[in-house]
């Protein structure tokens, strides 16, 4: 699901490649074969080394749910009800959170483009 200020759009995609490890799916799209959903803090080198770009701009990622299974209600150690505890905060307090969508820096003036939206130029589209 794809999200923007407009709202949520469901996008089916296919493709010959597909995995959920993210290291793999990191140098596939660093590689050129096709677009990755990745978390922010994942492609930070890649992006300051142009290997990378937002594929489409103004659309992000809806985060996940987290679920914590704990194996007795009896009995639950405080650092894991703390541990619970920071985890509800950190979510709620995170709700912004937007997950781009990147892809390959294919071409010279996308490595172009890319590098006047990293140094703040408003004529980058990324």
Excluded: K, W
């Amino acid at each position: 699901m794809l999200c923007s200020d407009d709202g949520e759009e469901i996008v089916d995609v296919r493709g010959p490649i597909s995995s959920d490890e993210m290291e793999f799916v990191l140098r596939a799209a660093i590689a050129g074969a096709g677009v990755a959903a990745l978390p922010s803090q994942l492609v930070h080198e890649p992006l300051m080394r142009l290997e990378l770009e937002v594929a489409l701009p103004g659309y992000h990622l809806r985060g996940a749910d987290l679920h914590v299974v704990l194996p007795s209600a009896a009995f639950v150690p405080t650092r894991v009800m703390l541990l619970r505890d920071h985890l509800v905060r950190a979510g709620r307090a995170d709700t912004s959170a937007r997950e781009p969508i990147y892809r390959h820096s294919r071409t010279p003036a996308d490595r172009a483009r890319s590098r006047r939206a990293l140094a703040g130029d408003s004529n980058g589209s990324v």
